[in-house]
């Protein structure tokens, strides 16, 4: 097994959001080569159907095209091969009803995206110290992901 953090999925419509949070993982210690994108629900269960191996952690949008966070999480919670990985919401939305909607659907935790940089640092560190050196995770073998283009 590989040492070091786990595997990450961003899934995130925004382009720049998702380059922000990765520069974040990367800055707060992350592999930049395990850290996986997707620009909307549809990708992300796309990648989970690819790999034999489930990610340890996915950062989950809410507000995306084609199938948004809500729907896309129902679905992750849905598989008996899925359901396990912690799935974090990370939005801009702050409405109730999307709380807890995404806690009804079985998130692990609902983070209100910051404003920033520093800031957006700041919480994945304190995500990265929590899910990746505080909590059991299921870690894949990276030797054994295939190579996406």
């Known amino acids: 097994?590989?040492?070091?953090?786990?595997?990450?999925?961003?899934?995130?419509?925004?382009i720049d959001d998702r380059l922000l949070l990765t520069e974040a993982l990367v800055e707060n210690g992350v592999e930049r080569s395990k850290i996986?994108?997707?620009c909307d629900g549809e990708e992300l269960l796309s990648l989970l159907a690819e790999y034999s191996h489930m990610p340890?952690?996915?950062f989950l949008d809410l507000n995306m095209p084609k199938k948004n966070g809500l729907?896309?999480?129902?679905?992750?919670?849905a598989n008996p091969t899925q359901r396990h990985i912690p799935v974090l919401i990370f939005t801009t939305s702050n409405s109730r009803s999307d709380i807890l909607s995404s806690y009804d659907l079985g998130c692990n935790a609902y983070f209100e995206k910051p404003y920033s940089y520093s800031?957006?640092?700041?919480?994945?560190?304190?995500?990265?110290?929590?899910?990746?050196?505080?909590a059991t995770?299921?870690?894949?073998?990276?030797?054994?992901?295939?190579?996406?283009?």
């Open 1 to 14: 097994m590989v040492s070091g953090v786990p595997m990450v999925i961003i899934a995130d419509d925004d």
């Open 36 to 38: 996986l994108l997707a």
């Open 71 to 77: 729907k896309t999480l129902e679905a992750i919670r």
């Open 56 to 58: 340890s952690i996915i």
């Open 119 to 134: 800031e957006l640092v700041d919480m994945v560190g304190v995500i990265k110290s929590y899910w990746f050196e505080k």
């Open 137 to 149: 995770l299921i870690k894949p073998d990276f030797a054994e992901l295939p190579r996406r283009n």
